[in-house]
């Protein structure tokens, strides 16, 4: 058909088309190489192949169709009565369905893939993640639930709720939630308000939890205080949750309403209160803020690694775009302060990524076993740092990569605007940057992981041959140096905790400058791919090192 007469010679932009998410992606594909075994690599393909495909085909498009619909909840029957049901959008119901059929939690528990289970599995996340409308919000916290229970050693949890988290049947797969935020805080939890109250043998809770997300969940694990127990968090314990009953009533629960939020409106982020709710108690009655640590470290991982696949698609779009888009005569992606902009992107992203898939090894390495006391060290401390790191790289990158688009970047058809919304939680859930910094420097095996993070640093940059890189490699160390000088240089409480951010920024992009030249010289020999080298160059290039004194009487008045 051709245009009516009105619309001839109008110009209309193509819009940016997605392809394979995973052949697409160097980066994912030669680290993938570096660290996988080639048989092993070889058994995962077609389904990394399989899950690329659909994130940028048919995934993709649905997400686009998906886009304003939103979770709903029904409080009441026309009848009168109270039945708070939830129902999840139709992109929500395929990203389950997914789940299930690629084991998206479940390949992290298959044994026969050894320490590198957890690699395999958040290879898939990666790719998954962005389709999915931030379905990975209950899938990280079922992955969490699964690992905690197995360090709770509570025989009966283990073996009643672990094949359901691990299912890949759809029929018997559940997700967990971790109700933990209340009004009190999310940060400062020590302070929750929830009793828990031993009544003929069954623990029951009452107390309003704030901040529940996937409420659509089977199960949760929660804190709540046995009566009688002492304020703070050692005084809370953790408990096992069935959020229904046989009948689908829910369990001395209510759904007061789901959270108005700014991004991840398809995640159903409920207020709750718990009305005499019957738990179990998963391990001692006490101490339950250490208990559920293992849930912090999955989940924390899970938002590193989908920071790094907001950046990929930020940035998938963004360079299709530029192939596509002309101004002055020219593709953007030809115009040379665009390109300057978009490689800046790319070497914030290989960064993140690197860093994040070293956490992800790690945190294989110590699942299966394999895992020495130096690499656990270092596995410490780069939990709180990539998920501190990813959250700002991730909402920076993809601020940039909104503006990019123009004009076409500030509307919501598109599907950009959400992209940033979405992004814009990783910074603060699982942790704000200011929590977690002040978490890294304040812990008591700080030392011990700064020994081990600049052993592993060290390791990279021994190995450069390339002189530029090898000189990066030295403003690595250097940064490192610096970072650890301020620490010992004896300052007050006071100047610690105000350079905190400051410490563990300078710390992580250190450690990504030095992964990065690394990553880069194993490219150069091993296929000459110099994508790696590229990014190495380009990271060095921006700020790595951020320590600077500050004096905080000025900025007390600068506040007054
Ligand atoms: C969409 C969404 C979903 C969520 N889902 C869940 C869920 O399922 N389960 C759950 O338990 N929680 C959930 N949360 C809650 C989330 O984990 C908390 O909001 C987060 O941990 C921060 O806690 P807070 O909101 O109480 O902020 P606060 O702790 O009050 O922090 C406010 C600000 O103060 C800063 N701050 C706090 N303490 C210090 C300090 N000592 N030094 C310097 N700065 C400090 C923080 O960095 C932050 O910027 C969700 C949040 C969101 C936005």
Redesign the pocket.
Known sequence: MTDPQWQQGLFTQAAPELGNQYRDDPLLAGWLRRTVPASVLQSLEPEFDELGALAGGDLYRMQLADRLNEPRLTQWDPWGNRVDTLEVTPLWREAERLTVKHGIVATAYEQALGRHARIAQFAKVYLFHPSTDVYSCPLA?TDGAARTLLESGNARLISHALPHLTSRDPGTFWTS?????ETT????VGRSQTRAVEESGVWRLYGRKW???AVTSQMALTLARPEGNPPGGKGLAMFFVEVRDAQGRLNGIRVDRL?D?LG?RK?P?AELMLEGTRAELVGQPVNGTRAIEPMLGVTRMWNSVCAVAFMRRGLALARAYAARREAFGAPLEKQPLHADTLAALEAETWGAFLMTFLLVELAGRAEAGQIDDQQRALLRLVTPLTKLITGKQAVSVVSEVIESFGGAGYVEDTGLPQLLRDTQ?LP????????LS?DALLRSDLHTGLAALMGRASACVRGLKEPRLAAAGKQAIAALERAALWLETGKDREVL?AGARRLALTIARALQLALLCEHAQWLLENGGDRRGYAAAMRFSRLPVDLMHEVDPALDALLLS
């Open positions: 916290m939630g971790q109700w933990m935020t805080g999310g940060s400062d901040f529940t997300s959270k939020k991840t995640v982020t939680v603060i859930w699982e942790g704000t940057t200011n929590v002040l905790q």
